[in-house]
């Protein structure tokens, strides 16, 4: 069965430093996507990345950067030199065959001031 | 401005009373989904449908029921089957899919939902 597993519950860090939020998933499948998604307080969810099973390139956008390594079945996230903004819930998803897309229960992150 | 609509944002009932949520969207997707959000749960699947006229049931889709009439529109009703009602609800559409070629998702603002 497809799985996502995001251990942190809860993180606060002061600003500017960095954190990385973390990712495991299961799946039996070869083929499938990984996601992460940002969630303001606002409620809508806003997508940040998506990586397929075969593209194992880590990736920086900015602050922010994604290491995946299908060897330990991780997608961990990195936010660098943290801002306030950047407080929210994030998500891990993961897409199978089927085109269900399986969340993590998320980890929501505290940037103080 | 293309998106998805949620409607009511608020929404109180009483026990043993249906109700619709309404999802509506100008991306011209074709799948569309439903996620129910709780506390320290993440969001779970409830329905989804990949074309008009058909949907498939997630991982807790008992006491609830969708309909895919038209592309841009997939209501969710909460049954008074549904036990535990109360929660904020999630739509969302797909750019594509396909063997598991999905894209990012697009999500509305939500629906909250209390039962008094």
């Known amino acids: 069965a497809q799985k996502v597993t995001q251990a942190q519950t809860e993180i606060s860090v002061v600003e500017k430093e960095d954190v990385t939020l973390d990712c495991v998933y299961e799946?039996?499948?070869?083929?499938?996507?990984l996601f992460w998604y940002k969630q303001p307080p606002s409620g809508e969810l806003v997508f940040l990345i998506r990586r397929n099973s075969f593209d194992e390139q880590n990736e920086i956008s900015g602050r922010y950067s994604w290491n995946f390594q299908k060897s330990t079945s991780s997608f961990n996230f990195t936010i660098t030199a943290s801002q306030v903004v950047d407080s929210a819930v994030y998500f891990c998803a993961l897409t199978d065959r089927d085109d269900k897309i399986i969340f993590g229960k998320g980890t929501r992150l505290h940037i103080l001031p | 401005d293309g998106g998805i609509t949620q409607s009511p944002k608020y929404l109180f009932r009483k026990e043993g009373q249906n109700v619709t949520l309404s999802c509506e969207q100008n991306?011209?997707?074709?799948?569309m989904y439903w996620y129910r959000q709780d506390p320290g749960q993440g969001l779970r699947l409830i329905y989804y449908s990949q074309i008009v006229n058909d949907f498939q049931k997630g991982d807790i889709a008992e006491g609830y029921s969708v309909s895919r009439e038209k592309k841009e529109s997939f209501p969710l009703t909460v049954t008074s089957a549904q036990k535990n009602p109360t929660a904020f609800y999630l739509c969302?559409?797909?750019?594509?899919w396909g063997q598991g070629n999905t894209g990012e998702l697009f999500f509305g603002e939500g629906s909250r939902l209390t039962v008094l």
């Open positions: 799946t039996r499948d070869t083929t499938y996507y």
């Open positions: 991306l011209n997707h074709d799948a």
């Open positions: 969302a559409s797909n750019r594509e």
